[in-house]
């Protein structure tokens, strides 16, 4: 059971990592084809998931 619970462990801090840098990487890319608000808004949005993400990988680094 211990097993499981550090392979679970280590696939969320993998995900959330992943999650984090793909989103940060995707609101430093949003494509110019949209007016200056819809860019705003995807920048946000992805920054947004970006944060989450990055935070969760910290706090189950930290914690785990």
Request: proline share 2%; with cysteine.
């Amino acid at each position: 059971m211990a097993m499981f619970g550090s392979a679970l462990v280590f696939g969320l801090t993998t995900l959330f990592l992943l999650a984090g840098l793909t989103c940060l990487v995707s609101a430093l890319l949003v494509p110019a084809d949209g007016g200056a608000e819809k860019r705003f808004e995807k920048r946000l949005e992805y920054s947004i998931f970006a944060v989450a993400g990055l935070v969760g990988f910290a706090m189950l680094t930290i914690f785990s």
